[in-house]
């Protein structure tokens, strides 16, 4: 056998130059929400991260693209000139001098996507794949479900058929007129309509969306609605009770019949452990687009696993944000789904590769280095004002 020829060096520091952000604009998908989004409302930014080596890294913020630019701003004196190779380090040096300027809101989102970069840029100058630097590789494909917004059922019919079509195998429907109808009829109507055109062998899961403005049912809602929606073989029932009730969560997770799910609202791993150590959820959906990035997406989903919680990631707002899901999927056990949004042009219309369901509805998980996607500068151009500076 030939000797093997390993480095005889670490690698050297690459430095971060600057660091952008572009709002994603114009085509911005409806989220079923009371106020509802417009395509022009900002609600999706891309960061990209320029190091001096001429690698940039990119990720994604669940949150208006002007508060990320602002966030920017604020953080630039602690980034500048850092080595972008050490995620955790950095990424914890922003979180660890920014504790007074309101952690876990704009500052924890835009760190987020700088967290995300900074993964992509070290498994690029290291040639491996962001799950690999995980720790490890525990599948080369996994399950997207697709994210539809409910409708009138005759609509939801179509519209779960049109999906199934195109290749899912699986789906999650939500928002919308679920709960907020006050028709226990029409929620039913709208689920059975769902199954019927996902076919009974096909995964459904409902998310009743219940981080809403206003959300007007409480617990005893949620305990009837779970026990209907075990009729129709529901793998999970999500954000159910309001965001911030944690007794009732914990209450429902024991007596409803379908697994219980939530967290895409939190963020920072901290703000996980409660929920997390009473038993408030079968599974929990940190979005890594807003938690604080992979770095803290990761401790959060090690951390699920040692209380017997089931980790599926919500990262599904841009392509990027589904790209680093995908990484994280490779290096869970448990991770066997990511959500996938159904038509979203930030998803589907920004990747030179766009993602590509196989022959039985499942992604593979890029295996070249990095985040494994890459950016295409025409396609970009169409959502964002300034997309050369995301560029080297
Ligand atoms: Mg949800």
């Known amino acids: 056998m030939p000797a093997v ?3 005889q060096a670490a690698l050297p520091p690459i430095r971060i130059r600057s660091i952008e952000a572009a709002p994603l604009l114009g085509e911005s998908p409806k989220g079923g929400w009371s106020h509802e989004i417009r395509p022009d409302d900002s609600i999706h930014a891309i960061i990209a991260v320029h190091t001096d080596a001429g690698i940039t890294g990119y990720g994604s913020s669940f949150t208006d693209g002007r508060l990320v630019q602002a966030g920017l701003k604020v953080l630039e004196p602690l980034y500048a000139g850092e080595n972008a190779l050490e995620p955790e380090r950095l990424t914890e040096k922003l979180h660890q001098n920014t504790f007074w300027m309101g952690r876990g809101g704009t500052l924890t989102h835009t760190i987020s996507g700088i967290d995300i970069a900074l993964w992509d840029i070290l498994g690029k100058a290291t040639g491996m794949p962001v799950g690999r630097l995980l720790g490890g590789s525990y599948r080369s494909r996994v399950q997207p479900y697709c994210s539809l917004l409910m409708e009138e059922p005759g609509l939801m019919h179509r519209v779960v058929e049109e999906y199934r079509e195109k290749g899912f195998r699986a789906f999650k429907i939500g928002w919308g007129p679920f709960g907020r109808a006050l028709d226990t009829k029409l929620d039913e109507a709208i689920v059975r309509a769902a199954r019927e055109a996902a076919g009974p062998d096909n995964k459904l899961f409902v998310d009743a969306g219940a981080s809403d403005a206003n959300w007007p049912h409480g617990l005893k809602w949620a305990m009837r609605t779970a026990e209907m929606l075990n009729d129709y ?8 009770v309001k965001p911030d ?5 914990c209450h429902l997770r024991r007596v409803s019949p379908v ?4 967290g895409e609202v939190l963020t920072r791993r901290q703000s996980f452990l409660p929920w997390l150590s009473r038993g408030a959820f079968d599974i929990v959906q940190p979005d890594v687009t807003k938690v604080g990035g992979i770095s803290e997406q990761r401790r959060i989903a090690w951390m699920a696993a040692d209380f017997g919680v089931k980790y599926i990631g919500h990262g599904w707002n841009t392509a990027l944000g589904l790209a680093a899901d995908l990484q994280m999927a490779a290096a869970f056990a448990d991770a066997d789904l990511v959500e996938y949004i159904g038509g979203s042009p930030y998803v589907d219309g920004i990747l030179a590769e ?14 070249k280095p990095g985040l494994g996607v890459a950016i295409d500068r025409e396609k970009l151009a169409r959502f964002v004002a300034n997309p050369d500076a995301m560029f080297a």
């Open 354 to 367: 766009p993602f590509a369901l196989d022959s039985e509805g499942y992604l593979a998980i890029p295996d």
């Open 5 to 7: 020829q390993l480095p």
């Open 233 to 240: 073989d529901v793998g999970w029932f999500e954000e159910a």
């Open 259 to 262: 697994p219980i799910a939530g």
């Open 245 to 249: 009730a944690i007794n009732d969560f």
